[in-house]
């Protein structure tokens, strides 16, 4: 099955600096990596997703980005916020399977 | 408003009484999904659900059981909880099969086994 390896594990950046959070996958069927963001206390939400046809997509300060051929996708947060402060999620699944999900990376941006 | 709704949120219980969470979700969804998540290990899937009558283990499926007699919902059993199932559980639910969409996570169930 599936495997999804997530890191950093935590990660502690300035406000205004960038954040990178990278995962690899090990099926190479795989072709759907979103990204999930967990505030505090709250229940995971979607907050960019991409698929094997595409190699970037942007959404304002953030962006994801696909090597196919490496297997590896990256989640990039420019102009960090404190607001940002969450713990982040990559997964992967191929069609007909379920997600599979990193163990998570918690973000810290300090004013 | 759409949405995935779980009770209790809150559960204390003792080794061996059986328990029940509920899952519910008005959005028509095909796909439902329990999740737990640990410190360290992330969401681990627990059992998954295609559709009416149609479910599957996902990767940590031991001591749980589920049903999906109604598309709406999709109740978690644990029939003799053990401590080790002390967890913080969340239910999902999507438009289609499987995980090629997104995900709408209900607000989660901390659930303590002493």
């Known amino acids: 099955g599936e495997n999804v390896e997530q890191h950093p594990s935590t990660l502690s950046v300035q406000e205004g600096d960038s954040a990178v959070i990278k995962c690899t996958y090990s099926d190479s069927a795989s072709n759907y990596f979103p990204w999930y963001k967990q505030e505090l206390g709250k229940r995971p939400q979607l907050i960019i997703d991409?698929?094997?046809?595409?190699g970037e997509k942007k959404d304002q300060r953030i962006a994801v980005t696909l090597n196919k051929t490496a297997k590896h996708f990256s989640l990039h947060i420019t102009e960090t916020q404190p607001e940002d402060s969450a713990v982040y999620f990559c997964a992967a699944s191929s069609p007909g399977y379920a997600l599979n999900f990193g163990k998570g990376t918690s973000l810290l941006v300090t004013p | 408003e759409a949405q995935v709704t779980q009770n209790p949120r809150y559960l204390i219980t003792v080794t061996g009484k059986k328990l029940t969470v509920t899952c519910s979700q008005n959005?028509?969804?095909?796909?439902m999904s329990w999740y737990r998540q640990d410190p360290g290990l992330g969401l681990r899937q627990i059992y998954y659900s295609m559709n009416v009558e149609v479910t599957d283990k996902g990767d940590v499926p031991e001591g749980y059981k589920v049903s999906r007699k109604e598309k709406r919902n999709f109740p978690l059993i644990l029939e003799s909880p053990s401590p080790n199932q002390t967890s913080l559980y969340f239910c999902a639910s999507s438009f289609s099969v499987a995980g090629q969409e997104t995900q709408y996570f209900g607000p989660g169930t901390r659930l303590l086994v002493l």
């Open positions: 991409i698929r094997s046809n595409v």
């Open positions: 959005m028509n969804h095909e796909y």
